[in-house]
């Protein structure tokens, strides 16, 4: 597709199960970004990737949380052993470059944890 | 410690008038801000970018101001259409960083009655 996609849109978990969830960037694009949104809040950054540099993880709130993208495209975010402050919206961004050029945003993951 | 503020959660105008959204931010290293809309269930649509050396950016209905002695920026909106009604972030990335990682105000939901 033309935008970026994420999967699943909705995800419905009991506490301390693991998720993933996953990013499609569009085509081309090298720079790809996680951030999340909790209720009411902005948008906060959790992770970034760029070609084969290594990642800025200092977004990510706690060791339960991991991401990784393989082969430059596909990104998967995971989260272990959820808590209920994971409850959130995990939005996906990818841009043709670092800087200077506006982030295009996939329409997220609702996260839910009971 | 937000580094960017949007201090009016809420905005309502008259369909045809002009709509003007703010946003204050602290760091003096932010060198590039853009600003997104987002309807509900959606991710954030791009809109428009302004470059720190400029003072003034203009797409159509949509024109961005920056002021960067305030460190203030605004976005306007003219004529404001029913289907402007949504939420409005501003974002920022620092020039220090050379992984444009945004960093997000707080949004504001605009309402444009017909």
């Known amino acids: 597709g033309a935008g970026v996609s994420q999967s699943p849109s909705n995800k419905v978990t009991e506490k301390g199960k693991d998720v993933e969830l996953r990013c499609d960037p569009i085509?081309?694009?090298?720079?790809l970004y996680w951030y999340r949104q909790s209720l009411g809040q902005g948008l906060e950054f959790l992770i970034y990737?760029?070609?084969?540099?290594?990642?800025?993880k200092s977004g990510l709130p706690s060791d339960r949380f991991s991401a990784e993208r393989t082969g430059g495209s596909v990104s998967t975010l995971t989260i272990q052993r959820t808590q209920q402050e994971d409850s959130a919206v995990y939005l996906c961004a990818s841009s043709s470059r670092s800087r200077g050029q506006p982030q295009h945003f996939g329409d997220g993951t609702r996260l839910s944890i009971l | 410690d937000q580094q960017v503020k949007q201090n009016s959660p809420s905005l309502s105008v008259q369909e045809g008038r002009i709509s003007i959204l703010n946003c204050d931010y602290t760091n003096s290293m932010f060198d590039y801000f853009l600003w997104y809309k987002k309807y509900p269930a959606e991710g954030p649509t791009f809109l428009i970018s302004?470059?720190?050396?400029?003072d003034k950016n203009e797409d159509g209905r949509f024109t961005v101001f920056l002021n960067k002695s305030a460190k203030h920026l605004s976005l306007h909106i003219v004529p404001s259409q029913p289907g402007d009604s949504a939420v409005y972030f501003c974002?920022?990335?620092?020039?220090?960083?050379?992984?444009?990682?945004?960093?997000f105000g707080q949004g504001t939901t605009l309402q444009v009655k017909p």
């Open positions: 085509s081309g694009h090298t720079a």
């Open positions: 974002a920022a990335s620092d020039g220090s960083s050379n992984t444009g990682k945004l960093i």
């Open positions: 302004i470059s720190s050396i400029k």
């Open positions: 990737f760029q070609g084969n540099s290594a990642p800025d």
